[in-house]
């Protein structure tokens, strides 16, 4: 069964840093699109991020770029983001998602991980 794991999240004060991991359980995952997702309470799924496995195409929302940067490490089947310079606004639950093509688009994911929470205290 093709799973994603994310791990990483947790509890920081602002101008903190965290790095998420996300652990794929296939190298059918070396193909695809891979992209970092958060939803914030009553909010809709945003994007964060997309790389893919070669790292050749990064795609940042613009609330992120220059803070965030995602990588992906073929060798272990994980994808990173590291979080610098945290802000109240980033607290989210983080998800991670595959699909076979770009997107920038949430709901044109197939795969998805279960999430992890990042708190961000002012």
């Known amino acids: 069964q093709v799973q994603l794991v994310e791990s990483g999240g947790g509890l920081v004060q602002a101008g903190g840093s965290l790095r998420l991991s996300c652990a794929a359980s296939e190298r059918t995952f070396n193909n695809f699109y891979m992209g970092w997702f958060r939803q914030a309470p009553g909010k809709e799924r945003d994007l964060v991020a997309v790389i893919n496995w070669s790292g050749a195409r990064t795609t940042y929302a613009d609330s992120v770029k220059g803070r965030f940067t995602i990588s992906a490490d073929i060798a272990k089947n994980t994808v990173y983001l590291q979080m610098n310079s945290l802000k109240p606004d980033d607290t989210a639950l983080y998800y991670c998602?595959?699909?076979?093509?770009?997107?920038?688009?949430?709901?044109?994911?197939?795969?998805w991980g279960q999430g992890t929470q990042v708190t961000v205290s002012s």
């Open positions: 998602a595959g699909r076979s093509t770009y997107s920038s688009d949430p709901t044109a994911y197939t795969y």
